[in-house]
């Protein structure tokens, strides 16, 4: 993507991408969240060093153009969008101007900015301020957790927009023709997994004001259950919608965070069908059913299909398959990914199928769909490949054939470096990762000791099945494994 007017990426200034002349808008308002968020999956992928590399130039240049002053109601938190279009400075809304921000974005990136430091903390390769990432994120948390409240059936426990130097929520207006026309207040939301898993980060690294957090995360926590989880009242999302709408992001990325913490809903099996069962009532497309395939739209204020919300349909209802054994919704995920990648033109460009080429829905909100949808399915991935799928836990150091970084000879002789085929360093010494190989390994280490394959699931060793590789380890993060 061309650098633009002001020396910086496109990606950094707009939302839509177009040939020149520039589109006039600025980012999406969670465009960075979502983009660092696919591309921690994309890096495990591929082990390309440019995607983290990319990742970091994204935070850094956010974290110091966007922050709300010390001094305000709401501190230290993302600004959404760049008044200023060329100003590189990112200082409020889109339609509610300068000074609003939107909590929920907030959160989503400040908890990607711990995953982030998670995969740039290998201490020698980070000067001495290495918890950057951290600071910044528990900052963030800090705010959100300080201004969490009860809330009820028409206000979230924190608002959808908020002026951060006044403290006043912003208006809700009822039209994009009638700007004056105002409807209400931006007071409500549910798309608080990214805070939830933000606070659960900072509570499990005991780091920062854990009992706020721990209040805070209760709070929200109940308030989701109680309302949006009966009520089926999802709420908006988007930066550039004026006036209600209910959006499928929120309710499927709420229903994947049941899925990923069954502990907190035990009757999460029937539950998540009736988010899915919503969506399909209320956004389903079956204008392509004809060919087997009902895809999603995107909001009930903008009834037109989506890539990016089609995809993560898809992804869910594959993550489901795999944990409930229920396969009744695979063969339309399937061809619902299949149907998204019709979007994508020969050279890269991912165009919206009756409107543009967003930044979010067509890149940052779209590839991590389907790297979690090869991870839930594995047979989806390439077969003549090696690719990681999924790992419990965040990775360090990745490294694929061909592409090895020159610390792997610390832990492997350099004799033997020809016959590794994947090589990489988890953060934590117990965690498993899923990968996708051509044939079966040769030798498996975990640190300097070989594993076998599995005797029980309550040891340390790795199991081969049809491509795909399971590994899990406890003794050390450090995994390599031999053609």
């Known amino acids: 993507m061309r650098t633009d007017q002001n020396g910086l990426p496109y990606y950094m200034n707009h939302q839509v991408w177009r040939p020149l002349p520039n589109d ?16 921690q999956l994309l890096y495990q992928y591929t082990g390309d060093e440019s995607v983290r590399e990319n990742m970091k130039f994204i935070a850094d240049y956010y974290l110091t153009h966007s922050l709300s002053p010390k001094d305000a109601l709401w501190p230290n938190i993302p600004f959404p969008y760049n008044t200023l279009v060329y100003s590189g400075v990112f200082d409020g809304d889109m339609t509610e101007g300068k000074g609003v921000t939107q909590p929920d974005k907030a959160g989503s990136f400040g908890y990607e900015l711990v995953q982030l ?63 004056t026309v105002i409807s209400g207040k931006s007071s409500y939301t549910t798309n608080w997994v990214g ?10 690294l005991n780091i920062g004001n854990v009992s706020e957090y721990q209040k805070a995360h209760a709070t929200i926590l109940k308030w989701m259950k ?10 908006p999302f988007f930066e550039d919608i004026e006036g209600w709408s209910d959006t499928q992001i929120n309710a499927i990325t709420f229903a994947k965070y049941m899925m990923e913490n069954p502990t907190f809903f035990p009757n999460w099996k029937t539950e998540v ?11 389903g497309n079956k204008q392509w059913e004809k060919y087997g395939v009902i895809v999603m739209n995107e909001q009930t204020a903008y009834q037109t299909p989506g890539n990016s919300h089609s995809s993560r349909q ?51 909100d779209y590839v991590r769909h389907y790297l979690r949808a090869m991870a839930y399915k594995p047979e989806l991935a390439p077969t003549d490949e090696v690719h990681i799928l999924h790992s419990s836990h965040p990775l360090i150091l990745v ?7 020159k610390t792997l000879g610390e832990d492997v002789p350099y004799k033997d470096l020809e016959k590794v085929i994947l090589y990489y360093h988890c953060i934590a010494k117990e965690a498993t990762q899923i990968i996708k190989l051509p044939k079966k390994p040769t030798k498996v280490l975990i640190g300097k000791n070989e594993i076998r ?15 795909v590789l399971r590994i899990k380890h406890s003794s050390s993060g450090i995994v390599t494994i031999f053609r």
């Open 273 to 283: 069908q009736v988010i899915f069962e919503w969506t399909y009532k209320t956004m």
């Open 226 to 235: 109680e309302f949006p989880l009966k009520t089926n009242k999802w709420g």
């Open 399 to 405: 490294s694929y054939n061909g592409n090895f970084n």
């Open 453 to 467: 394959e599995f005797q029980t699931h309550d040891n340390e060793g790795f199991t081969w099945t049809k491509g």
């Open 117 to 179: 430091h998670y995969t740039t903390s290998r201490k020698q390769w980070q000067p001495i301020y290495s918890n950057r990432y951290l600071d910044y994120a528990m900052e963030i948390a800090n705010t959100l957790a300080a201004k969490t409240q009860i809330g009820d059936n028409d206000n979230s426990p924190l608002p959808f927009k908020v002026n951060a130097i006044t403290g006043e929520v912003a208006n809700l207006k009822n039209s994009w023709t009638d700007a």
């Open 195 to 204: 805070t939830l898993r933000l606070f659960e980060e900072l509570i499990k």
């Open 24 to 39: 006039p808008r600025g980012i999406g308002g969670d465009q960075f969240a979502m983009l660092l968020s696919s591309w």
């Open 314 to 364: 898809a992804a869910a209802e594959l993550q489901y398959a795999a944990l409930s054994g229920d396969n009744s919704r695979t063969e339309n995920a399937i061809r619902v990914l299949n149907w998204a990648t019709y979007m994508v033109d020969f050279d890269g460009k991912n165009n919206y199928p009756r409107d543009e080429v967003w930044l979010t829905d067509g890149y940052g």
